[in-house]
């Protein structure tokens, strides 16, 4: 994650997301981090991150370019997905 602060300025909240997605105005390329109460690792309430994930998508269904638009979801091991 070396260098990643230079970029402070693109980052968002995820109401602006949402708002974006709503307007479709979202840019070209978004990435998305879940909080860690959406972690969908044991011992955690998975049916939070589900609840995080179908929010997302939920969001993309619903915007003006949802027809352009491609929805990649990656676990990774460190306790999220990305």
Same mark, same amino acid.
């Given at each position: 994650?070396?260098?990643?602060?230079?970029?402070?300025?693109?980052?968002?909240s995820q109401e602006i997301f949402y708002?974006?997605?709503?307007?479709?105005?979202?840019?070209?390329?978004?990435? $998305?981090?879940p909080p860690l109460q959406a972690c969908d690792h044991p011992c955690y309430d998975i049916a939070k991150g589900e609840?995080?994930?179908?929010? $997302?998508?939920?969001?993309?269904?619903?915007?003006p370019s949802w027809n352009k638009t491609a929805l990649l979801v990656v676990y990774d091991d460190a306790?999220?997905?990305?």
């Open positions: 994650m070396d260098g990643v602060g230079r970029y402070v300025d693109s980052f968002y708002e974006q997605a709503a307007n479709g105005t979202l840019p070209a390329f978004s990435w $998305i981090n609840r995080f994930l179908k929010d $997302i998508y939920e969001a993309l269904r619903a915007s306790g999220g997905y990305y």
